[in-house]
């Protein structure tokens, strides 16, 4: 009897090879949690010396002297959490004591766990890290070739015995140098390529890092080319000699019985120099020199091509980083009222107006106080409106005609006023206005009055009228509490609570009382 493999099963070893890591993810709690400049206080005690072993009460107490405000009960529920946590493991109690008091105070005792305090050595970096350009460890390359060179000549000398001791410093020499050169190398061209592709760096900056790059880089890069191919031949040669100095690095024989997880320092194994041989070239993937000079290069690139942009006046690529520097600066020295006036001539939040475009303008009345929502919409020129240049482009301007401009304004308001006669004349037919139907433009004419009769009405309790003698109209509104005048329209209604209002010929009207109105 055969069986067929299950495609969707996992395949074999699969649970091995990824180990569940939430033990080691909860490592990283304290440094997010609510309470976390407590946590960060009580591992940066912890870690501060070797094998620091305290209580509670001693962790309030010392942090105490630090500034840091914490007692007792709250230290124990921190250092608690942070056991649950696995940054901190619970330390042997100390059982001989004089009193039954020191036996209640040392019943918790804790230690740094050996994950908690190098993930806080990692943290404590991080926090110090300034937010700047890394010095690259460049010299590493050199003493990696010098480490190489030692190791080869204890192995290849047949005539000497080993020095284990001088063996294994090399070879942790050859790893530990080569880390920190990554490392570095790594942080400056991570750092190079976030400043380059920066849209707003200002002409200042961008010859500070064009030095940067055109120096710095070009050294690292010398360096590189100096000593890689150096480092990936020796690499080489030992690799054929990898079994005589594995076999004799020296090793504690404790660690040796299988009964305890071993972490060994790094090139203790062959699989480990075959990967420092693959990162100096010795493999068919992109060597780590091939890499840096393939990310010299991308820096090198985006370097011309933000000098391209600062060097081109047109388009959008015009940095404005220089000019909100300069206006932060003024803004920081201001007091409270210039500030707000400064905000409103920068950010131009001063109330709407029409721009004026010259002899162009399709409606000669409009001014600098004209609103744009009343004004006749005008075409701004592209180079006015996205770069703010008014050099006059394409043909001439048309001369001004004072009389025609005249003219076209006499006309205006004649059609003006014959639509305000037209909209008086309606209101006047509508009579009492409660519910009429009326045009937009007389419920106009009608609401630009509305307001002061209906002020008038509430302060003075009676009637009170509205006379326009341009357009012989008489407004009357007469409060009515409980009522109301209802306007309809195509546009909508308008009803005006409490008051009743009639619309009459200023020349025929009469007063409330029945006696003739004087006009």
Same mark, same amino acid.
Not at 44 to 53: A, M, Y
Not at 305 to 316: E, K, Q, Y
Not at 400 to 409: F, Y
């Given at each position: 009897m055969t069986s067929q493999p299950d495609d969707d099963a996992p395949a074999a070893g699969f649970a091995e090879a990824?180990? /569940?890591?939430? &033990?080691?993810?909860? *490592? %990283? #709690?304290?440094?997010?949690?609510?309470?976390?400049? /407590?946590?960060? &206080?009580i591992?940066? *005690? %912890? #870690?501060?010396?070797?094998?620091?072993?305290l209580s509670a009460a001693e962790v309030a107490a010392q942090l105490a002297d630090r500034g840091v405000a914490l007692d007792p009960d709250q230290a124990e529920d921190r250092c608690k959490q942070l056991v649950a946590w696995g940054n901190l493991v619970r330390s042997v109690r100390e059982t001989r004591v004089p009193t039954v008091a020191a036996y209640h105070r040392s019943r918790s005792r804790f230690q740094v766990s050996k994950l908690g305090g190098r993930l806080h050595r990692e943290a404590e970096e991080i926090l110090?890290?300034?937010d700047g350009v890394q010095e690259v460890a460049r010299e590493l390359l050199a003493r990696i070739v010098e480490s190489l060179g030692q190791i080869l000549r204890q192995a290849a000398d047949v005539h000497r015995p080993v020095d284990s001791e001088a063996l294994a410093g090399a070879v942790t020499s050859v790893f530990t140098d080569h880390r920190v050169f990554t490392e570095s190398v790594t942080d400056f061209y991570a750092y190079l390529a976030g400043v380059l592709t920066r849209y707003?760096?200002?002409?200042?900056?961008?010859?500070?890092?064009?030095?940067?790059?055109?120096?710095?880089?070009?050294l690292i890069g010398a360096d590189v080319n100096r000593n890689a191919p150096e480092i990936r031949r020796r690499l080489l040669l030992l690799l054929e000699l990898i079994d005589p100095v594995l076999d004799n690095l020296p090793t504690a024989a404790a660690l040796e019985n299988g009964l305890v997880a071993v972490e060994r320092l790094p090139g203790r194994t062959r699989v480990e120099w075959e990967q420092l041989a693959v990162w100096y070239g010795a493999g068919e993937v992109a060597s780590g020199p091939d890499q840096l000079r393939a990310a010299a290069r991308q820096a090198l690139g985006q370097l011309i091509?933000?000098?391209?942009?600062?060097?081109?006046?047109?388009?959008?690529g015009l940095s404005r980083r220089a000019d909100l520097l300069k206006l932060a600066s003024w803004f920081r020295a201001a007091d409270s009222d210039t500030a707000h006036r400064l905000y409103d001539a920068a950010f131009g939040s001063y109330p709407a107006r029409h721009l004026l475009i010259g002899p162009e303008e399709a409606d000669p009345s409009a001014g600098p106080n004209t609103s744009w929502w009343d004004s006749t919409p005008v075409d701004v020129p592209v180079s006015l409106r996205e770069r703010g240049d008014r050099t006059p482009r394409g043909r001439n301007a048309r001369v001004?005609?004072?009389?025609?401009?005249?003219?076209?304004?006499l006309e205006r308001a004649r059609r003006r006023s014959e639509a305000r006669r037209a909209a008086a004349a309606e209101l006047i037919a509508a009579g009492t206005l409660h519910r009429s139907r009326l045009s937009r433009a007389a419920r106009e004419l009608l609401l630009d009055k509305l307001s002061g009769l209906v002020a008038a009405v509430s302060l003075a309790g009676t009637a009170a009228e509205d006379r326009d003698h341009d357009l012989d109209l008489l407004l009357r509104a007469t409060p009515a509490g409980g009522a109301a005048t209802i306007i309809t329209g195509d546009d909508g209604t308008v009803t005006i609570q409490d008051v009743l209002l009639a619309a009459m010929p200023l020349r025929d009207a009469v007063g409330p009382a029945g006696e003739r109105v004087p006009a």
């Open positions: 990824t180990p /569940d890591t939430s &033990a080691h993810r909860k *490592l %990283f #709690s304290y440094l997010t949690a609510d309470a976390a400049d /407590d946590y960060i &206080a591992m940066r *005690l %912890f #870690s501060g010396t070797l094998l620091n072993d110090r890290a300034v707003d760096l200002a002409s200042e900056e961008y010859a500070q890092f064009k030095d940067l790059l055109l120096d710095y880089v070009d091509i933000n000098a391209r942009r600062m060097l081109t006046a047109s388009g959008t001004p005609d004072p009389g025609a401009d005249a003219q076209h304004l």
